[in-house]
């Protein structure tokens, strides 16, 4: 029964997505900006919220109808004069979190942003740790008989 | 033995994401809940299908009576599929159905309704993206169900089949009601 | 047309190719754990064997798109009567089926030279490197047979036509892309195989090390091929001017090459010094294991891609079953017999050693932290918690700055010695080079560019420190000897292959810096006689029309383009193309490519008043990028030329010559 949900599901994504159009073509659209920082800001935000039918596109990419949307959104925000944050929590609020490309600092996602400089002290610790082991370890005894071993061989080459 | 168990870990660190990808096979990755689950049911004021003069807003839906809202459109062929389904919840299970007629013109929308049947108490009619917006729709159709005091309480995405309509829409119905 | 018995005859070629690959596996490995020679003879007449039936099955298929044979529901899914040859022939791999198939065919052709070139290898270790490909074979040949087989038939019911090879996949960097990506994949399936026969036989010594690098390096170097590529198709074929997107199927590739690259220089600590045994075993089986799990999350549904295969969680379920054996048992095996006793080379911190394990580890946490990132969402949704997406903007923020540590510890490497370094001989190998760097690349954007960008200098000063001791090592060397010819002829391959490929890591970062910081993008709307300027180059539209091209109708844009006031003008014509099969629309981007920029022009959409909206962008130094991947490539190989993998030492050979001569300092 839940494979046929999940099958009737993944056939819906598909309608939805057809219907949506086919995403491959960049989303090329004409649009006037008098301020670059307002351009800028507004590239920047359509290239950090995702499409929500789109396999992984950025709503700057996608031609899909609801990217085209949240572009006249982000944009009709940016002439309001609303701040980069308030934009993206208003897609937010609509979409959920899924459409944020930039995953927020919160609880569930400590893991995800921590993880590297953890890494990074465990590792730090790991090098000392070995480097100090070793640094002992190098001043191996020499047995007599390689010793003597040792001084034939020196000899040998000096003569040759 | 100290040496066996850091040796151990990457062997643990493998099952540990071998559990999670098994589960992810199950998981549907389009399969999104709602950003308004629990939230009221986003302000709007926009004239109606049939009588362009009328005009409704959010009280429309805080009467104190269940209503399943559909978003439909003409272009639609899943909204056209999943109308039988529609008009039994209207008419034999006795729920209060109210449709968002988007990105259409009135014509179509008309037409499709004449054609497919009219389970809808009232449509709000809303060709520019305006409420459809605020609940976060990207396709059609999607249904969601807002209890008698504009919380919406369940959201359906896509075509509503009849097993959906035993399993999951009326149980959700019966539970808010 | 259709074919009488051809899709069967491959058909039954793989079952027997994977009962061959099953004798493989199991009948040396069992042979050398209990000493039968007879046994262990199996492996290499299997393994050419293996090849030779996995090689017909191909050819059948092959020949079943070229002969347009709709009854066979491969071709009839990915071909098309009007398909030019050469798609025909790349449509093969173009599919879930047929990709797995080339997989299998690699793997077995990688078998097969292993079996070929180890002649000088001990019998019982080739029987075990032989039975755990044998193994690995088995597995992948059975995933073909039990849910991908690409042989199925359509009978009775044979369409007239094929349903066309997807638009976006009809282009020369589809063809190169996925045999060069799964040669490097499939590659390290050998030193894998090394890493767990040196396990089970509790042998490994610097020789092992010796024989198991120029497979390593040859595998990561078609792996860098293969994803340069992809990033080089990307960036011309789909229309929007990115080069990396941090998708999980790109990021898939990543993961493999990251340890793929930890482990080659692991290798050659190994050989060298004897040290960092259990290092490089465990690197060589992640980075397997990661070429696994790519292919797992490619073609499982579980993550959201562009790239992804039609999905199929009965497929999925399998590959993880095949990741979950594999996997699970090479670290069970790894963590039951893992060198005990390690030798104990000592070194310092300021040693090659040492700036070699911590380049490793940052490699190493740079892939947790990207394989982290691409499943995270996985493991919210899975844990309850949400849908959340993980994309660019975190996976830059994280891999620029270890990129920037990689660098800084690599322009150290380069100089240090082995064991130990005096401070005073890094300091005067590396001051002018630290100097230089901060100048010229603080420099550099402000005498070149309009605007001055301190990430881009950045970039500029960590490529240089790369570079810049490698150049006062050339010439040092140069200088020492009788004639710069003289000095340059003595230095080997191997050194060369070394400053090649680390060279080409200081390329690739210039190329990123500048790009991402430089690049000019414009969206305009342009009919015939408009003109636009776009970084000194003016864009004049002169004409649109229509052409028909073998399976598409096109609309084509006529553009010339002038830089500044010269008069000499070039043509750009993008078009957008909608092809006939499959109705879809596709847009044909015009590139004018540059060694230090290109420029790019892509058609939008139809303004329907006789106007057209294009984007126009100016990408400088975006070829460095794949030059640098090129000249890594390039690199990697040269490092194993060298005449003393050629030679192949005998097992005989003592372990002294792990330890290079007093005196002789780092070379590669």
Same mark, same amino acid.
């Given at each position: 029964?839940?494979?046929?949900?999940?099958?009737?599901?993944?056939?819906?994504?598909?309608?939805?997505?057809?219907?949506?159009?086919?995403?491959?073509?960049?989303?090329?659209?004409?649009?006037?900006?008098?301020?670059?920082?307002?351009?800028?800001?507004?590239?920047?935000?359509?290239?950090?919220?995702?499409?929500?039918?789109?396999?992984?596109?950025?709503?700057?990419?996608?031609?899909?109808?609801?990217?085209?949307?949240?572009?006249?959104?982000?944009?009709?925000?940016?002439?309001?004069?609303?701040?980069?944050?308030?934009?993206?929590?208003?897609?937010?609020?609509?979409?959920?979190?899924?459409?944020?490309?930039?995953?927020?600092?919160?609880?569930?996602?400590?893991?995800?942003?921590?993880?590297?400089?953890?890494?990074?002290?465990?590792?730090?610790?790991?090098?000392?740790?070995?480097?100090?082991?070793?640094?002992?370890?190098?001043?191996?005894?020499?047995?007599?008989?390689?010793?003597?071993?040792?001084?034939?061989?020196?000899?040998?080459?000096?003569?040759? | 033995?100290?040496?066996?168990?850091?040796?151990?870990?990457?062997?643990?660190?493998?099952?540990?994401?071998?559990?999670?990808?098994?589960?992810?096979?199950?998981?549907?990755?389009?399969?999104?809940?709602?950003?308004?689950?629990?939230?009221?049911?986003?302000?709007?004021?926009?004239?109606?299908?049939?009588?362009?003069?009328?005009?409704?807003?959010?009280?429309?839906?805080?009467?104190?009576?269940?209503?399943?809202?559909?978003?439909?459109?003409?272009?639609?062929?899943?909204?056209?599929?999943?109308?039988?389904?529609?008009?039994?919840?209207?008419?034999?299970?006795?729920?209060?159905?109210?449709?968002?007629?988007?990105?259409?013109?009135?014509?179509?929308?008309?037409?499709?309704?004449?054609?497919?049947?009219?389970?809808?108490?009232?449509?709000?009619?809303?060709?520019?993206?305006?409420?459809?917006?605020?609940?976060?729709?990207?396709?059609?159709?999607?249904?969601?169900?807002?209890?008698?005091?504009?919380?919406?309480?369940?959201?359906?995405?896509?075509?509503?089949?009849?097993?959906?309509?035993?399993?999951?829409?009326?149980?959700?119905?019966?539970?808010?009601? | 047309?259709?074919?009488?018995?051809?899709?069967?005859?491959?058909?039954?070629?793989?079952?027997?190719?994977?009962?061959?690959?099953?004798?493989?596996?199991?009948?040396?490995?069992?042979?050398?754990?209990?000493?039968?020679?007879?046994?262990?003879?199996?492996?290499?007449?299997?393994?050419?064997?293996?090849?030779?039936?996995?090689?017909?099955?191909?050819?059948?298929?092959?020949?079943?798109?070229?002969?347009?044979?709709?009854?066979?529901?491969?071709?009839?899914?990915?071909?098309?009567?009007?398909?030019?040859?050469?798609?025909?022939?790349?449509?093969?791999?173009?599919?879930?089926?047929?990709?797995?198939?080339?997989?299998?065919?690699?793997?077995?052709?990688?078998?097969?030279?292993?079996?070929?070139?180890?002649?000088?290898?001990?019998?019982?270790?080739?029987?075990?490197?032989?039975?755990?490909?044998?193994?690995?074979?088995?597995?992948?040949?059975?995933?073909?047979?039990?849910?991908?087989?690409?042989?199925?038939?359509?009978?009775?019911?044979?369409?007239?036509?094929?349903?066309?090879?997807?638009?976006?996949?009809?282009?020369?960097?589809?063809?190169?892309?996925?045999?060069?990506?799964?040669?490097?994949?499939?590659?390290?399936?050998?030193?894998?195989?090394?890493?767990?026969?040196?396990?089970?036989?509790?042998?490994?010594?610097?020789?092992?090390?010796?024989?198991?690098?120029?497979?390593?390096?040859?595998?990561?170097?078609?792996?860098?091929?293969?994803?340069?590529?992809?990033?080089?198709?990307?960036?011309?074929?789909?229309?929007?001017?990115?080069?990396?997107?941090?998708?999980?199927?790109?990021?898939?590739?990543?993961?493999?090459?990251?340890?793929?690259?930890?482990?080659?220089? %692991?290798?050659?600590?190994?050989?060298?010094?004897?040290? /960092?045994?259990?290092? =490089? @075993? &465990? $690197? #060589?089986? +992640?980075?397997?294991?990661?070429?696994?799990?790519?292919?797992?999350?490619?073609?499982?549904?579980?993550?959201?891609?562009?790239?992804?295969?039609?999905?199929?969680?009965?497929?999925?379920?399998?590959?993880?079953?095949?990741?979950?054996?594999?996997?699970?048992?090479?670290?069970?095996?790894?963590?039951?017999?893992?060198?005990?006793?390690?030798?104990?080379?000592?070194?310092?911190?300021?040693?090659?050693?040492?700036?070699?394990?911590?380049?490793?580890?940052?490699?190493?946490?740079?892939?947790?932290?990207?394989?982290?990132?691409?499943?995270?969402?996985?493991?919210?949704?899975?844990?309850?918690?949400?849908?959340? %997406?993980?994309?660019?903007?975190?996976?830059?923020?994280? /891999?620029?700055?270890? =990129? @920037? &540590? $990689? #660098?800084? +510890?690599?322009?150290?490497?380069?100089?240090?010695?082995?064991?130990?370094?005096?401070?005073?001989?890094?300091?005067?190998?590396?001051?002018?080079?630290?100097?230089?760097?901060?100048?010229?690349?603080?420099?550099?954007?402000?005498?070149?560019?309009?605007?001055?960008?301190?990430?881009?200098?950045?970039?500029?000063?960590?490529?240089?420190?790369?570079?810049?001791?490698?150049?006062?090592?050339?010439?040092?060397?140069?200088?020492?000897?009788?004639?710069?010819?003289?000095?340059?002829?003595?230095?080997?391959?191997?050194?060369?292959?070394?400053?090649?490929?680390?060279?080409?890591?200081?390329?690739?970062?210039?190329?990123?810096?500048?790009?991402?910081?430089?690049?000019?993008?414009?969206?305009?709307?342009?009919?015939?006689?408009?003109?636009?300027?776009?970084?000194?180059?003016?864009?004049?539209?002169?004409?649109?029309?229509?052409?028909?091209?073998?399976?598409?109708?096109?609309?084509?844009?006529?553009?010339?383009?002038?830089?500044?006031?010269?008069?000499?003008?070039?043509?750009?014509?993008?078009?957008?193309?909608?092809?006939?099969?499959?109705?879809?629309?596709?847009?044909?981007?015009?590139?004018?490519?540059?060694?230090?920029?290109?420029?790019?022009?892509?058609?939008?959409?139809?303004?329907?008043?006789?106007?057209?909206?294009?984007?126009?962008?100016?990408?400088?130094?975006?070829?460095?990028?794949?030059?640098?991947?090129?000249?890594?490539?390039?690199?990697?190989?040269?490092?194993?030329?060298?005449?003393?993998?050629?030679?192949?030492?005998?097992?005989?050979?003592?372990?002294?010559?792990?330890?290079?001569?007093?005196?002789?300092?780092?070379?590669?």
């Amino acid at each position: 029964m839940a494979l046929m949900r999940l099958s009737r599901l993944l056939t819906t994504a598909l309608v939805l997505l057809l219907v949506a159009g086919l995403a491959q073509a960049a989303a090329i659209e004409v649009r006037e900006f008098d301020d670059p920082v307002l351009e800028e800001r507004y590239r920047d935000l359509t290239a950090s919220l995702r499409c929500p039918t789109c396999q992984n596109q950025a709503i700057n990419d996608s031609d899909a109808p609801v990217s085209g949307d949240m572009r006249d959104r982000v944009y009709r925000l940016l002439m309001d004069g609303r701040a980069d944050i308030e934009i993206r929590n208003h897609m937010v609020e609509r979409f959920g979190d899924y459409v944020l490309y930039n995953p927020r600092l919160e609880g569930r996602t400590y893991l995800l942003w921590g993880l590297p400089a953890v890494l990074g002290l465990l590792g730090l610790v790991l090098v000392g740790l070995l480097v100090r082991a070793r640094r002992n370890a190098s001043n191996r005894e020499l047995s007599a008989e390689e010793r003597a071993r040792l001084d034939a061989l020196i000899n040998r080459e000096r003569t040759e | 033995m100290n040496r066996r168990l850091i040796l151990l870990l990457p062997l643990a660190g493998f099952l540990a994401l071998a559990v999670f990808l098994y589960q992810g096979l199950s998981l549907n990755p389009f399969h999104r809940e709602s950003a308004l689950m629990a939230r009221e049911f986003p302000a709007f004021d926009l004239a109606t299908l049939k009588e362009p003069e009328r005009r409704v807003d959010r009280d429309l839906l805080t009467t104190g009576e269940l209503t399943l809202v559909n978003v439909w459109g003409e272009w639609c062929p899943e909204c056209k599929r999943e109308m039988p389904q529609l008009l039994d919840l209207a008419e034999r299970h006795d729920i209060r159905l109210v449709g968002i007629s988007w990105k259409d013109t009135r014509e179509k929308a008309l037409g499709f309704l004449e054609e497919f049947g009219d389970p809808f108490e009232v449509n709000i009619f809303d060709p520019d993206n305006e409420l459809a917006f605020e609940l976060g729709v990207y396709g059609a159709p999607e249904t969601f169900l807002v209890d008698g005091d504009g919380v919406i309480r369940y959201h359906h995405t896509g075509y509503i089949a009849p097993g959906d309509v035993t399993e999951t829409i009326l149980p959700e119905v019966e539970q808010w009601r | 047309m259709q074919t009488l018995m051809i899709p069967e005859i491959g058909h039954y070629a793989l079952v027997i190719a994977m009962l061959m690959a099953a004798v493989q596996g199991v009948l040396p490995l069992a042979g050398a754990a209990t000493r039968r020679p007879l046994w262990m003879a199996y492996a290499r007449p299997m393994a050419a064997g293996q090849l030779l039936f996995v090689a017909i099955a191909y050819a059948c298929l092959t020949a079943s798109y070229m002969l347009d044979d709709f009854s066979v529901t491969n071709v009839a899914n990915n071909s098309n009567s009007m398909l030019p040859w050469y798609y025909k022939l790349s449509a093969v791999w173009g599919n879930h089926e047929g990709s797995v198939l080339l997989w299998s065919l690699l793997l077995a052709a990688w078998g097969y030279f292993a079996s070929r070139f180890s002649r000088e290898l001990p019998r019982d270790m080739v029987a075990r490197v032989l039975g755990v490909l044998g193994l690995v074979g088995t597995g992948f040949l059975a995933f073909v047979l039990v849910t991908s087989n690409p042989f199925e038939r359509l009978l009775p019911n044979v369409p007239g036509d094929g349903a066309d090879l997807n638009p976006l996949l009809q282009d020369i960097g589809l063809i190169m892309h996925p045999p060069m990506l799964y040669m490097g994949y499939v590659g390290f399936s050998v030193v894998f195989a090394f890493a767990i026969a040196a396990l089970l036989g509790g042998r490994l010594d610097a020789a092992w090390a010796r024989w198991a690098r120029p497979w390593t390096n040859l595998a990561w170097a078609f792996l860098t091929v293969g994803i340069a590529l992809g990033s080089w198709w990307a960036y011309y074929e789909l229309g929007w001017g990115g080069w990396w997107f941090w998708d999980p199927v790109e990021n898939a590739s990543l993961l493999p090459w990251l340890t793929g690259t930890a482990l080659m220089h %692991s290798l050659a600590v190994t050989e060298k010094r004897g040290a /960092f045994k259990s290092w =490089t @075993l &465990l $690197l #060589a089986i +992640f980075t397997f294991s990661l070429s696994l799990l790519g292919t797992f999350l490619v073609r499982s549904g579980v993550l959201t891609s562009v790239h992804a295969f039609a999905n199929d969680p009965s497929r999925g379920q399998f590959i993880l079953m095949l990741l979950g054996i594999t996997v699970g048992l090479s670290l069970l095996v790894f963590a039951l017999r893992a060198p005990r006793v390690g030798h104990k080379v000592g070194f310092t911190w300021l040693s090659r050693d040492a700036l070699l394990l911590i380049n490793n580890i940052l490699l190493v946490i740079m892939t947790i932290t990207v394989l982290m990132g691409t499943v995270y969402p996985l493991l919210l949704d899975a844990l309850g918690l949400g849908k959340i %997406s993980v994309g660019p903007p975190y996976f830059n923020a994280l /891999f620029v700055p270890l =990129t @920037l &540590l $990689l #660098a800084l +510890f690599m322009g150290l490497g380069q100089v240090a010695r082995w064991k130990q370094t005096p401070v005073s001989l890094l300091v005067s190998r590396l001051w002018l080079a630290a100097v230089g760097a901060v100048i010229l690349g603080a420099a550099l954007p402000l005498l070149f560019a309009e605007r001055w960008s301190p990430a881009v200098a950045i970039g500029l000063i960590a490529a240089l420190w790369i570079v810049l001791p490698i150049l006062r090592d050339l010439f040092e060397k140069a200088r020492n000897a009788s004639s710069v010819g003289a000095g340059l002829k003595k230095l080997s391959l191997a050194y060369w292959g070394m400053q090649l490929g680390h060279l080409g890591v200081a390329v690739t970062i210039v190329g990123v810096a500048v790009v991402s910081n430089y690049s000019i993008e414009q969206n305009v709307r342009m009919a015939p006689g408009d003109s636009v300027e776009v970084a000194g180059y003016t864009f004049t539209m002169n004409e649109l029309s229509s052409r028909q091209g073998a399976n598409f109708l096109a609309d084509r844009a006529n553009i010339s383009v002038q830089h500044g006031d010269s008069s000499r003008s070039f043509a750009m014509n993008p078009e957008k193309r909608l092809y006939l099969a499959t109705r879809m629309p596709m847009s044909q981007v015009a590139l004018r490519p540059g060694f230090l920029r290109d420029l790019y022009v892509a058609m939008g959409e139809d303004l329907g008043d006789g106007s057209w909206a294009l984007r126009v962008q100016y990408k400088p130094f975006v070829r460095w990028l794949w030059l640098g991947g090129l000249l890594m490539a390039f690199g990697g190989v040269l490092a194993v030329a060298d005449k003393r993998y050629r030679r192949l030492a005998t097992a005989r050979d003592p372990e002294a010559r792990a330890a290079p001569a007093p005196g002789r300092e780092a070379s590669a």
